[in-house]
């Protein structure tokens, strides 16, 4: 494993540890290690609103395909929300995401996609 990928599994794994410190947070999909961070959002939903619709479309040179997607709620009360992919997803190159939120302040929401590029997403096996 390069020094690169080493880097970015320690990120992933400060991000999930931090995660249970700073509140509640959902996962689709595995980490890998040749996995690339491809999208990074950060929101603030208002009170008022009760689903928050998140759309990733890849629009550079490089395809890959999602292999995890992470919500965090960066509040410093209890979450109530429920995360759904309405398209595409792991294994696609696009996904829109539906977070219903039911917060009784407003949050901070990171939302966060890893990738495999194209070429290496073909020789993952799945078991």
Known sequence: MDKVALLLLLMLL???LAGDALG???QFGMMHPLAVPIYEAEMCPNK???FLDVEYRQKD???SNINLILVMDEGLVEWLVDAS?????????YTTLRLSCSQPE???VTVLIYG??????SKIHIS
């Not at 992919?85 to 190159?93: Q, S």
């Not at 495999?116 to 997403?121: E, G, K, T, Y």
Request: proline share 3%; with cysteine.
């Open 14 to 16: 400060a991000i999930l």
């Open 61 to 63: 040179k490089l395809i």
């Open 85 to 93: 992919i309405l398209t595409g997803g792991i294994g696609c190159n």
């Open 24 to 26: 509640y947070s959902v």
């Open 116 to 121: 495999l590029p194209r070429r290496d997403a």
């Open 48 to 50: 008022s609103e009760k």
């Open 106 to 108: 407003e949050a901070k």
